[in-house]
């Protein structure tokens, strides 16, 4: 089974996301994985992301959003979490900020991309129960963050 944490490390979490908007935000995540070293070109996977906004948002309601695509800059999928306790205007299906944001970067070959559409449904799985939502936006640091999920991964 494809665990979020496979994919997730404790330095791709954002506890207090600043920015308020779609594509400020989309690129202070790819800024934090570049930081981190898990992607090395920003532009690259910001143009992939925001090519896929235009497909139709990410953002799924209910306060969150699960920014994806695929490129060629990384080897490995990667995901970052984000929670931001302003919100995000992310044009979301429901119209209300977002404040809960799984980013995921799936490299282009096609074992990748079964991953990534596995990754992208635990995460949609998780994030349909309220309680989960509600811990998330509750939880103030990176720590606090990993605990949350990992509890979830284990039920």
């Known amino acids: 089974m494809v665990k979020i944490l496979d994919f997730l490390s404790p330095k791709a979490i954002i506890p207090s996301l600043v920015a308020t908007e779609k594509n400020a935000a989309i690129r202070e995540m790819v800024d934090k994985l570049v930081a981190n070293g ?4 920003a532009e690259k996977v910001i143009d992939v ?15 969150v959003a699960i ?17 931001s306790e302003q919100g995000v205007s992310f044009d ?10 799984f980013l995921l970067v799936a490299p282009t070959t096609q074992e990748a991309i ?10 949609s799985r998780f994030l349909k129960d309220v309680y ?3 811990a ?9 963050i990993m605990r949350i999920i990992e509890t979830e991964e284990l039920k």
């Open 38 to 41: 898990e992607i090395t070109d």
């Open 49 to 63: 992301l925001q090519e896929r906004e235009k497909l139709g948002s990410t953002g799924i309601g209910e306060g």
């Open 67 to 83: 920014p994806h695509g695929k490129s060629d800059v990384v080897e490995r999928v990667v995901a970052l979490f984000a929670r």
């Open 92 to 101: 979301a299906l429901d119209g209300e900020p977002v404040h809960l944001l």
């Open 114 to 123: 079964s991953t990534h559409l596995k990754v992208l449904a635990r995460i």
């Open 132 to 134: 989960f939502r509600k």
């Open 136 to 144: 998330l936006r509750n939880a103030e640091t990176a720590d606090e």
